[in-house]
């Protein structure tokens, strides 16, 4: 699928130009995938990777995007896991950057809002799902639940009802589903 009403998508990916950046670097991830559903290569990939890593990561303090966060870090971990092995070293700081995060009840956004929220805690479950470290994301995954409201599927933000908690939840799910070895087929959709 790289011919979309003669626009050919996978030129126009080899050519985007990395010295200048997305404004988000959330953007990466989708990048990424889009590359791989275009069929670009490894050369590609690792142009992408490396820009987000030389623009975005701060080796001991994260991703800075207005800020260092838990968020922000676990995304940035969720977009390079596919490629784990060519960045174990910035992947593996990047987790224990997440581990400063981890407070009762879950994980907090950042070092001046230290409570544990449905976003932070959903998103450092989904980067440890991401990179296959399925015991760590269970065990988050066990604090996570703590933010469901009593409408089922709906999570809190603060104790109210929120989608944006609700949708980054849902992505965390799908991202552990993702991850669980084949032996959970089946048996697991009491995660959802």
């Given at each position: 699928m790289t011919n979309f009403n003669g626009y050919n998508l996978a030129s126009s990916f080899a050519n985007v130009d990395l010295e200048n950046n997305a404004d988000n670097p959330y953007l990466?991830?989708?990048?990424?995938?889009?590359?791989k559903k275009a069929g670009l290569g490894s050369d590609f990939?690792?142009?992408v990777c490396d820009s987000l890593v030389n623009t975005y990561y701060t080796t001991g303090s994260g991703m800075n995007?207005?800020?260092?966060?838990?968020?922000?870090?676990?995304?940035f971990?969720?977009?390079?896991a596919p490629y784990y092995d060519s960045y174990k070293t910035v992947i593996n700081d990047a987790l224990a950057v997440i581990e400063k995060y981890d407070v009762t009840g879950g994980y907090c956004y950042?070092?001046?809002y230290t409570?544990?929220?449905?976003?932070?805690?959903a998103l450092a479950l989904a980067a440890y799902a991401a990179v296959g470290n399925t015991t760590k994301a269970l065990?988050?995954?066990?604090?996570?639940?703590?933010?469901?409201?009593?409408?089922?599927?709906?999570?809190?933000y603060d104790g109210e009802e929120?989608?944006?908690a609700t949708s980054d939840e849902l992505f965390a799910l799908e991202t552990l589903l993702n991850a669980l070895p084949a032996c959970y087929e089946g048996t697991a959709t009491h995660l959802l």
């Amino acid at each position: 699928m790289t011919n979309f009403n003669g626009y050919n998508l996978a030129s126009s990916f080899a050519n985007v130009d990395l010295e200048n950046n997305a404004d988000n670097p959330y953007l990466y991830c989708l990048t990424l995938l889009g590359a791989k559903k275009a069929g670009l290569g490894s050369d590609f990939t690792k142009k992408v990777c490396d820009s987000l890593v030389n623009t975005y990561y701060t080796t001991g303090s994260g991703m800075n995007y207005y800020g260092y966060s838990c968020d922000n870090t676990a995304q940035f971990i969720i977009a390079l896991a596919p490629y784990y092995d060519s960045y174990k070293t910035v992947i593996n700081d990047a987790l224990a950057v997440i581990e400063k995060y981890d407070v009762t009840g879950g994980y907090c956004y950042s070092t001046d809002y230290t409570t544990a929220n449905t976003d932070s805690t959903a998103l450092a479950l989904a980067a440890y799902a991401a990179v296959g470290n399925t015991t760590k994301a269970l065990e988050i995954y066990s604090e996570l639940i703590a933010f469901e409201s009593s409408t089922a599927g709906v999570f809190t933000y603060d104790g109210e009802e929120n989608a944006y908690a609700t949708s980054d939840e849902l992505f965390a799910l799908e991202t552990l589903l993702n991850a669980l070895p084949a032996c959970y087929e089946g048996t697991a959709t009491h995660l959802l």
